[in-house]
């Protein structure tokens, strides 16, 4: 105001201008104007003389007194004297300090910030920064009574922690994406991350959360055993991460994020201190235990996957972040006493002595039961492996190859194992009174008591076995504990509600537990209402009740013929009483006519019609009241009918709706597939249909699925390119060509789902009719010739299932969360989103790309790879469809090599963190050794993962049963042009995986590509610098081995002195013993392995002989080997087939190599194999299994067999496997303990 010039500096106070300086000022006049303003302000707050102003053209404070700008020569004399200072018990600190880069200040003003869905994308969705939001509707009372906390604690958090707010009634889509379900929501971010805070409302509350989490923000803190003895002195619970050098950034990555779901319940730090590491007794790392009162709790998974397990590893740190005797508030009750026995203390604080002594006799029963639970786990889990041991012993004896090798499968898994687990806590009984006295009738002026809560089942134990109370004493508690946790228990529990209120929560507890079955009987329900309902309406309206003014008898709210009469008797007594009405008339006329002729009235035949006509309407009254006591009856049984009809329709509907949801039932396998069979002749045509029912029926929740989870017990499991699947049954693409429907088919129960084939764009495929049934062999034949709807349309559609899926799981809609469920950060593998489960995504070339362009071709697929990568857990990359002219011809080891390496290379380029596997699906009839060689030998060099044997075949197999007359009909369908698809295919499929398995396991000097066979082929693949080195070391070692053999003839094997070849000897075993094996099924005293469940053979793990090996460590190979090349040849080549060498390039292994190194058994496990074509049951679902598949896969059975083929297969399995022993196939080799 009344501003004339420029710079004008105004001092304002209560609102009114006190001063103001116009023009420049020289800076010591402004200094002392400002320190007068501030000293009236504060008086004494500042210096004297006021601060010491620099001078013109000076370079630094005079306050300043750090390092100050100094020469060469006096920099040098300030390093010495402050290296010498470290080492002089009078030393001072050094001069020269590192200046520390100053940060963006966190919430300068102190205030909660207003953030808008814009602000609030550009402040905390998009960068790393902490903050600590409130989600609120202006409504709510709670959020008015929490606001004053809210604002002081933002005043408290300044410059340490940002500060926001959201109105949800102005910002309701943002409100929406967070999911806020209730107001006040109080949500921490930090990094993508997000953890709601359930804590209490108080300040005090508020502000010691928000300093935990502005200390988790440091990050995970280093400690040293002084540092941690200190700390325990602090915290009661304390989570310590051990490392060492060879910890990977992706571990420590794992181990940060978890400092978001700990804040406000643990402390988490990390160490590397011998010390520490001797007193915790740790041998391996990374390693991760948990501190509570001193005494260690172990995280037992011990493989980087489960190190790194995000939801894992918290579920274990939530099920350990109490204290072992925490006291019970309302924070913490659900933690404590969800899903557990606890022992609660009732105790007062009023009464100190006896507060200790209870307080210590609880921690010390805690103590005490902890151990005995540790040493039955142990024992329990050794009685496991001493079973395991002993089949396999058992199988050893018997020379049971079969045997022996499911007894090596055995998985000693303790999870599994269902134990009632047991908390301590203790309970103020003064704060708490009236709530323990109306759940458990106690007061604690009695005394202190001990009660054995049960929360899930609603009941409570205070009673010992003697019938006295529990009291806290070590004694009183270890005695009563055993006989509670007993199954079933020994000491009668008492329920916390009366015998109603006990009915009322079991039937609530049933509908939470069975959400379906409910909603059928709720909806059964109404239906049978209202069938009632209309019922009684329909008989009212035709039993006359319709509320007529005139009434004969009875009830006066009747109508006229009475509102109980029936029927046809209904109808005639109303008649009757019209014909009364009509008689009575009549008579009156007749006496009026005779009085006016003759002048007088004959009263008696008048008289006796009258009485006959009184007579009449006295049986007709009687009438009309005989029916309204038979309506009566009637209608009460016609009420008891429809309660009946009604709970029968209920009952029908909701079983009915269980059993034709159920892929079990033989709905599903007879009825279906014959309906559509009949229905729909064009089996195309059936096929749309079914899909788009299937589509429709998924959207209301009405689709067949697996219920009852019958692979829970972990019997068919098997381990797919580091995944877990449930079971080994697949299904082949074809079923979901465009990806409509792949939660539908994994809902079947298949460990694996393949959708496709698709295109680079969208194409038609050949001529319609394309596909025909052959319904005597259970057999098709197609010529789709690939039609798809193209790479950018399935892919639109695979990111909508990802995008809806991150938003079902709390994650939002924005590219964050749909990069984190593709990270992992979902717990599940982004193309199934399903544990346990993974989709294959299978792609082709477009049929008019030229066949000799491979180049071409190559692009077709790197196209698609570059599209649906990222959706996909597995990459089938089909070159083996007989409809598509040319596309078998790149079988050929040339093409398919570059294809393949294309495709490989590709998908390394994926944006997501964990890259999906690459599998090359080939041709049944590319059956000859030749072929079969040249096509393993491009998949070693290409780098893909497996391969995926059988196809539909070109050629027509004989019918079955031998000797059986095809009907005219399907003769001429045979002679139809296209793949054949059927039971018939099932001992080619045999055999070609066996082949494979075989040619596979040569490795790939053996599985050499095939010659060229088309013009103009790429080049073969040049050998990278480990193989050149390698062969060119062999070739040293064979040339010192002959010349060995040339010189020593006759002499003494080895001239040598003894030290050397000893020396020689310890570095080869030293060598072979630090060789760790990349799977369990190698080490012969293994027992707690990670292997499958089904008998014969063992899945082989997905570990690359050349990509997990680095050229330092190959060099370092090379180096070791140097020495001993001449001196002694025989152990240079043994190490180098044995040792990190042989890991870069694999090579025959010479008769001179043992195979009971843990290397050389994972050679022959390297890339995995399923298997398609013929496979209709289990048993040969097993077969294939055991000639070297990995996963069995189906298409033709479940279009002859429906939805619940799947099922069935794995039923049959487990029948197989647990019925009566199987001898192991003659042709499959033996396996190496």
């Given at each position: 105001?009344?501003?004339?010039?420029?710079?004008?500096?105004?001092?304002?106070?209560?609102?009114?201008?006190?001063?103001?300086?116009?023009?420049?000022?020289?800076?010591?006049?402004?200094?002392?104007?400002?320190?007068?303003?501030?000293?009236?302000?504060?008086?004494?707050?500042?210096?004297?003389?006021?601060?010491?102003?620099?001078?013109?053209?000076?370079?630094?404070?005079?306050?300043?007194?750090?390092?100050?700008?100094?020469?060469?020569?006096?920099?040098?004399?300030?390093?010495?004297?402050?290296?010498?200072?470290?080492?002089?018990?009078?030393?001072?600190?050094?001069?020269?300090?590192?200046?520390?880069?100053?940060?963006?200040?966190?919430?300068?003003?102190?205030?909660?910030?207003?953030?808008?869905?814009?602000?609030?994308?550009?402040?905390?969705?998009?960068?790393?920064?902490?903050?600590?939001?409130?989600?609120?509707?202006?409504?709510?009372?709670?959020?008015?009574?929490?606001?004053?906390?809210?604002?002081?604690?933002?005043?408290?958090?300044?410059?340490?922690?940002?500060?926001?707010?959201?109105?949800?009634?102005?910002?309701?889509?943002?409100?929406?994406?967070?999911?806020?379900?209730?107001?006040?929501?109080?949500?921490?971010?930090?990094?993508?991350?997000?953890?709601?805070?359930?804590?209490?409302?108080?300040?005090?509350?508020?502000?010691?959360?928000?300093?935990?989490?502005?200390?988790?923000?440091?990050?995970?803190?280093?400690?040293?055993?002084?540092?941690?003895?200190?700390?325990?002195?602090?915290?009661?619970?304390?989570?310590?991460?051990?490392?060492?050098?060879?910890?990977?950034?992706?571990?420590?990555?794992?181990?940060?994020?978890?400092?978001?779901?700990?804040?406000?319940?643990?402390?988490?730090?990390?160490?590397?201190?011998?010390?520490?590491?001797?007193?915790?007794?740790?041998?391996?790392?990374?390693?991760?235990?948990?501190?509570?009162?001193?005494?260690?709790?172990?995280?037992?998974?011990?493989?980087?996957?489960?190190?790194?397990?995000?939801?894992?590893?918290?579920?274990?740190?939530?099920?350990?972040?109490?204290?072992?005797?925490?006291?019970?508030?309302?924070?913490?009750?659900?933690?404590?006493?969800?899903?557990?026995?606890?022992?609660?203390?009732?105790?007062?604080?009023?009464?100190?002595?006896?507060?200790?002594?209870?307080?210590?006799?609880?921690?010390?029963?805690?103590?005490?039961?902890?151990?005995?639970?540790?040493?039955?786990?142990?024992?329990?889990?050794?009685?496991?492996?001493?079973?395991?041991?002993?089949?396999?012993?058992?199988?050893?004896?018997?020379?049971?190859?079969?045997?022996?090798?499911?007894?090596?499968?055995?998985?000693?898994?303790?999870?599994?194992?269902?134990?009632?687990?047991?908390?301590?806590?203790?309970?103020?009984?003064?704060?708490?009174?009236?709530?323990?006295?109306?759940?458990?009738?106690?007061?604690?002026?009695?005394?202190?008591?001990?009660?054995?809560?049960?929360?899930?089942?609603?009941?409570?134990?205070?009673?010992?076995?003697?019938?006295?109370?529990?009291?806290?004493?070590?004694?009183?508690?270890?005695?009563?504990?055993?006989?509670?946790?007993?199954?079933?228990?020994?000491?009668?529990?008492?329920?916390?509600?009366?015998?109603?209120?006990?009915?009322?929560?079991?039937?609530?507890?049933?509908?939470?537990?069975?959400?379906?079955?409910?909603?059928?009987?709720?909806?059964?329900?109404?239906?049978?209402?209202?069938?009632?309902?209309?019922?009684?309406?329909?008989?009212?309206?035709?039993?006359?009740?319709?509320?007529?003014?005139?009434?004969?008898?009875?009830?006066?709210?009747?109508?006229?013929?009475?509102?109980?009469?029936?029927?046809?008797?209904?109808?005639?007594?109303?008649?009757?009483?019209?014909?009364?009405?009509?008689?009575?008339?009549?008579?009156?006329?007749?006496?009026?006519?005779?009085?006016?002729?003759?002048?007088?009235?004959?009263?008696?035949?008048?008289?006796?019609?009258?009485?006959?006509?009184?007579?009449?309407?006295?049986?007709?009254?009687?009438?009309?009241?005989?029916?309204?006591?038979?309506?009566?009856?009637?209608?009460?049984?016609?009420?008891?009918?429809?309660?009946?009809?009604?709970?029968?329709?209920?009952?029908?509907?909701?079983?009915?709706?269980?059993?034709?949801?159920?892929?079990?039932?033989?709905?599903?396998?007879?009825?279906?597939?014959?309906?559509?069979?009949?229905?729909?002749?064009?089996?195309?045509?059936?096929?749309?249909?079914?899909?788009?029912?299937?589509?429709?029926?998924?959207?209301?929740?009405?689709?067949?699925?697996?219920?009852?989870?019958?692979?829970?017990?972990?019997?068919?499991?098997?381990?797919?390119?580091?995944?877990?699947?449930?079971?080994?049954?697949?299904?082949?693409?074809?079923?979901?060509?465009?990806?409509?429907?792949?939660?539908?088919?994994?809902?079947?129960?298949?460990?694996?789902?393949?959708?496709?084939?698709?295109?680079?764009?969208?194409?038609?495929?050949?001529?319609?009719?394309?596909?025909?049934?052959?319904?005597?062999?259970?057999?098709?034949?197609?010529?789709?010739?690939?039609?798809?709807?193209?790479?950018?349309?399935?892919?639109?559609?695979?990111?909508?299932?990802?995008?809806?899926?991150?938003?079902?799981?709390?994650?939002?809609?924005?590219?964050?969360?749909?990069?984190?469920?593709?990270?992992?950060?979902?717990?599940?593998?982004?193309?199934?989103?399903?544990?346990?489960?993974?989709?294959?995504?299978?792609?082709?070339?477009?049929?008019?790309?030229?066949?000799?362009?491979?180049?071409?071709?190559?692009?077709?697929?790197?196209?698609?790879?570059?599209?649906?990568?990222?959706?996909?857990?597995?990459?089938?990359?089909?070159?083996?469809?007989?409809?598509?002219?040319?596309?078998?011809?790149?079988?050929?080891?040339?093409?398919?090599?570059?294809?393949?390496?294309?495709?490989?290379?590709?998908?390394?380029?994926?944006?997501?963190?964990?890259?999906?596997?690459?599998?090359?699906?080939?041709?049944?009839?590319?059956?000859?050794?030749?072929?079969?060689?040249?096509?393993?030998?491009?998949?070693?060099?290409?780098?893909?993962?497996?391969?995926?044997?059988?196809?539909?075949?070109?050629?027509?197999?004989?019918?079955?049963?031998?000797?059986?007359?095809?009907?005219?009909?399907?003769?001429?369908?045979?002679?139809?042009?296209?793949?054949?698809?059927?039971?018939?295919?099932?001992?080619?499929?045999?055999?070609?995986?066996?082949?494979?398995?075989?040619?596979?396991?040569?490795?790939?000097?053996?599985?050499?590509?095939?010659?060229?066979?088309?013009?103009?082929?790429?080049?073969?693949?040049?050998?990278?610098?480990?193989?050149?080195?390698?062969?060119?070391?062999?070739e040293k070692i064979k040339q010192q081995l002959q010349q060995k053999s040339d010189t020593t003839q006759s002499a003494a094997p080895n001239s040598l002195d003894a030290e050397t070849k000893a020396s020689i000897e310890s570095s080869v075993e030293r060598d072979l013993k630090n060789l760790k094996p990349k799977t369990g099924a190698a080490d012969k005293n293994s027992r707690d392995q990670s292997i499958i469940q089904i008998p014969e053979r063992h899945i082989p793990?997905?570990?690359?002989?050349?990509?997990?090996?680095?050229?330092?460590?190959?060099?370092?190979?090379?180096?070791?080997?140097?020495?001993?090349?001449?001196?002694?040849?025989?152990?240079?080549?043994?190490?180098?087939?044995?040792?990190?060498?042989?890991?870069?390039?694999?090579?025959?292994?010479?008769?001179?190599?043992?195979?009971?190194?843990?290397?050389?058994?994972?050679?022959?496990?390297?890339?995995?194999?399923?298997?398609?074509?013929?496979?209709?049951?289990?048993?040969?679902?097993?077969?294939?299994?055991?000639?070297?598949?990995?996963?069995?896969?189906?298409?033709?059975?479940?279009?002859?067999?429906?939805?619940?083929?799947?099922?069935?297969?794995?039923?049959?399995?487990?029948?197989?496997?647990?019925?009566?022993?199987?001898?192991?196939?003659?042709?499959?080799?033996?396996?190496?303990?």
């Amino acid at each position: 105001k009344n501003i004339n010039s420029f710079p004008t500096v105004v001092q304002f106070k209560d609102g009114k201008e006190v001063d103001r300086k116009v023009g420049a000022l020289p800076m010591k006049d402004e200094v002392k104007w400002i320190e007068t303003m501030l000293e009236a302000i504060k008086p004494g707050s500042r210096q004297k003389d006021g601060p010491k102003l620099p001078k013109v053209g000076a370079t630094s404070s005079p306050d300043f007194k750090g390092a100050a700008v100094i020469g060469p020569a006096k920099e040098a004399d300030a390093i010495a004297e402050a290296t010498k200072s470290t080492t002089s018990s009078t030393s001072t600190k050094s001069l020269l300090k590192a200046t520390k880069i100053a940060k963006e200040t966190a919430n300068p003003a102190g205030t909660s910030v207003p953030l808008t869905a814009e602000t609030f994308q550009q402040k905390v969705t998009t960068t790393h920064d902490p903050w600590f939001i409130k989600f609120y509707a202006p409504w709510c009372h709670h959020c008015q009574a929490m606001a004053p906390s809210w604002h002081a604690m933002a005043r408290d958090m300044k410059n340490k922690l940002n500060i926001g707010e959201v109105n949800c009634e102005v910002e309701r889509r943002l409100c929406k994406d967070v999911n806020v379900k209730g107001y006040p929501t109080l949500i921490y971010f930090q990094g993508g991350e997000r953890i709601e805070y359930e804590g209490l409302r108080g300040l005090g509350d508020l502000i010691s959360y928000a300093n935990k989490a502005v200390s988790a923000g440091d990050g995970v803190v280093d400690v040293d055993a002084a540092a941690f003895e200190a700390l325990e002195k602090e915290e009661e619970v304390i989570f310590l991460y051990f490392y060492d050098h060879a910890t990977t950034s992706e571990d420590f990555q794992a181990l940060e994020r978890l400092l978001l779901s700990l804040i406000g319940h643990a402390k988490l730090v990390k160490t590397k201190d011998p010390a520490l590491s001797a007193r915790y007794k740790i041998s391996t790392w990374p390693r991760l235990i948990v501190s509570r009162d001193g005494k260690p709790t172990y995280y037992t998974p011990l493989s980087p996957r489960d190190m790194r397990d995000f939801r894992k590893v918290l579920g274990w740190m939530q099920a350990n972040w109490l204290p072992i005797v925490p006291e019970l508030t309302s924070s913490n009750a659900r933690d404590i006493m969800d899903h557990r026995l606890v022992v609660l203390a009732i105790l007062s604080r009023e009464r100190k002595e006896d507060f200790v002594i209870a307080k210590r006799e609880l921690k010390s029963a805690a103590l005490e039961w902890i151990d005995k639970e540790i040493q039955a786990f142990q024992l329990e889990r050794q009685e496991l492996r001493d079973a395991k041991q002993l089949r396999i012993e058992e199988a050893e004896d018997r020379n049971d190859q079969r045997g022996l090798r499911a007894a090596k499968q055995i998985r000693i898994d303790m999870n599994e194992i269902d134990r009632k687990e047991v908390g301590f806590a203790w309970v103020d009984g003064v704060f708490w009174e009236r709530w323990l006295k109306t759940t458990f009738g106690i007061d604690v002026k009695e005394g202190e008591k001990v009660v054995i809560n049960d929360e899930d089942n609603q009941r409570y134990w205070d009673l010992t076995s003697t019938g006295n109370p529990i009291v806290p004493s070590r004694v009183s508690i270890l005695e009563t504990l055993p006989k509670v946790v007993a199954s079933p228990p020994k000491i009668s529990p008492k329920h916390k509600n009366s015998f109603f209120g006990h009915l009322i929560w079991t039937v609530r507890s049933g509908m939470s537990a069975h959400p379906l079955i409910t909603l059928g009987l709720v909806i059964g329900m109404l239906v049978g209402a209202s069938i009632w309902g209309r019922g009684v309406i329909r008989r009212g309206k035709a039993f006359g009740n319709t509320g007529s003014f005139f009434t004969v008898g009875g009830n006066e709210k009747d109508g006229l013929l009475g509102g109980a009469a029936t029927g046809g008797k209904t109808f005639y007594t109303a008649l009757g009483i019209s014909a009364l009405g009509m008689m009575r008339g009549q008579l009156q006329w007749s006496r009026a006519q005779a009085v006016r002729r003759t002048g007088q009235f004959h009263a008696r035949p008048a008289f006796r019609q009258f009485q006959q006509i009184r007579h009449a309407s006295s049986e007709l009254k009687q009438e009309v009241a005989h029916n309204e006591k038979i309506g009566d009856a009637r209608s009460g049984l016609s009420r008891v009918k429809n309660l009946l009809l009604g709970t029968t329709i209920t009952a029908v509907l909701a079983f009915g709706y269980l059993y034709v949801t159920d892929t079990r039932a033989t709905f599903h396998q007879w009825l279906v597939p014959r309906v559509l069979r009949t229905l729909f002749p064009d089996a195309e045509d059936a096929h749309k249909i079914s899909n788009k029912t299937l589509k429709a029926l998924y959207s209301v929740g009405l689709h067949p699925r697996e219920r009852g989870n019958p692979d829970i017990n972990g019997d068919l499991k098997v381990e797919v390119f580091g995944h877990v699947l449930d079971n080994p049954i697949g299904t082949s693409a074809g079923l979901d060509k465009n990806a409509d429907i792949p939660d539908v088919v994994l809902g079947f129960g298949a460990g694996i789902v393949e959708v496709g084939g698709i295109t680079p764009r969208p194409q038609e495929g050949n001529p319609k009719p394309r596909v025909w049934r052959i319904p005597s062999q259970n057999a098709l034949i197609n010529r789709y010739g690939l039609n798809s709807e193209g790479a950018d349309s399935v892919a639109t559609r695979l990111r909508q299932r990802l995008r809806e899926f991150a938003y079902a799981i709390g994650l939002g809609l924005d590219p964050v969360a749909e990069q984190s469920v593709l990270d992992g950060y979902a717990g599940v593998p982004p193309g199934s989103q399903m544990p346990g489960r993974l989709l294959a995504v299978q792609i082709a070339k477009m049929k008019e790309t030229p066949d000799n362009d491979i180049d071409a071709i190559a692009q077709d697929y790197v196209y698609c790879v570059n599209q649906l990568a990222k959706y996909a857990d597995i990459l089938v990359v089909n070159v083996s469809s007989p409809n598509t002219p040319g596309l078998r011809n790149l079988q050929q080891a040339a093409p398919l090599t570059k294809i393949l390496t294309a495709v490989v290379d590709a998908a390394q380029a994926a944006d997501r963190k964990t890259k999906p596997a690459v599998m090359v699906k080939v041709s049944p009839d590319e059956d000859s050794e030749e072929q079969v060689s040249g096509i393993c030998g491009a998949v070693w060099a290409s780098g893909v993962d497996g391969i995926i044997v059988g196809n539909t075949t070109k050629k027509r197999p004989d019918a079955l049963p031998a000797g059986y007359l095809l009907p005219q009909n399907e003769q001429s369908i045979m002679l139809e042009t296209g793949g054949y698809s059927g039971p018939q295919l099932f001992e080619r499929t045999v055999a070609l995986v066996k082949k494979y398995r075989a040619t596979l396991d040569k490795g790939p000097n053996e599985a050499k590509p095939e010659p060229k066979k088309i013009e103009e082929a790429p080049k073969q693949p040049q050998k990278s610098e480990f193989q050149l080195e390698t062969e060119a070391m062999r070739e040293k070692i064979k040339q010192q081995l002959q010349q060995k053999s040339d010189t020593t003839q006759s002499a003494a094997p080895n001239s040598l002195d003894a030290e050397t070849k000893a020396s020689i000897e310890s570095s080869v075993e030293r060598d072979l013993k630090n060789l760790k094996p990349k799977t369990g099924a190698a080490d012969k005293n293994s027992r707690d392995q990670s292997i499958i469940q089904i008998p014969e053979r063992h899945i082989p793990s997905s570990v690359s002989s050349s990509s997990n090996t680095t050229a330092a460590e190959t060099k370092a190979a090379f180096s070791a080997v140097e020495p001993a090349l001449g001196a002694a040849p025989d152990a240079a080549e043994k190490m180098l087939s044995s040792g990190p060498a042989s890991s870069a390039v694999s090579a025959n292994p010479t008769k001179k190599t043992s195979l009971s190194t843990p290397a050389q058994l994972n050679t022959n496990k390297e890339k995995v194999i399923f298997a398609t074509g013929g496979i209709t049951n289990g048993k040969q679902a097993l077969e294939v299994l055991n000639a070297g598949a990995s996963v069995a896969m189906v298409y033709t059975a479940m279009v002859y067999g429906g939805a619940g083929t799947i099922t069935r297969i794995k039923q049959e399995m487990r029948e197989e496997i647990h019925g009566l022993p199987r001898q192991l196939p003659s042709s499959a080799p033996r396996e190496e303990r």
